[in-house]
């Protein structure tokens, strides 16, 4: 019984541990202007009406950049999950990984 107990602690952890080496940073907002070209884009979103400061997305994904120059024309709302470990809470440009997911509004 106590071995079967320390087997799945040990999946437990194992589990939990690898969720959190995928750390990620979730920002919504808009795309308040994109650098880059089709092998690859830079996408800075704002949070709020008149932000001060912006995250700092990065992509090669094909689908990605073109889901999220749509989004930038028409000034619709996004969430983007980044590769950063951790999203900054200090400066004017904000480093918020490569791009993982979207979400459009």
């Given at each position: 019984m106590?071995?079967?107990?320390?087997?799945?602690?040990?999946?437990?952890?194992?589990?939990?541990?690898?969720?959190?080496?995928?750390?990620?940073?979730?920002?919504?907002?808009?795309?308040?202007?994109?650098?880059?070209?089709?092998?690859?884009?830079?996408?800075?979103?704002g949070?709020?009406?008149?932000?001060?400061?912006?995250?700092?997305?990065?992509?090669?994904n094909?689908?990605?950049?073109?889901?999220?120059?749509?989004?930038?024309?028409?000034?619709?709302?996004?969430?983007?999950?980044?590769?950063?470990t951790?999203?900054?809470?200090?400066?004017?440009n904000?480093?918020?990984?490569?791009?993982s997911?979207?979400?459009?509004?």
């Open positions: 106590k071995k079967a107990l320390l087997a799945i602690m040990v999946v437990v952890a194992l589990v939990a541990m690898s969720a959190m080496a995928d750390a990620i940073c979730t920002k919504t907002g808009r795309i308040l202007y994109s650098t880059g070209g089709p092998g690859g884009m830079t996408f800075y979103l949070e709020g009406n008149t932000p001060t400061y912006y995250y700092r997305y990065v992509t090669d094909p689908i990605f950049i073109n889901s999220l120059l749509h989004a930038q024309a028409g000034r619709r709302k996004v969430t983007i999950e980044g590769t950063a951790i999203c900054p809470a200090s400066g004017t904000r480093d918020a990984g490569l791009i997911q979207i979400y459009l509004y």
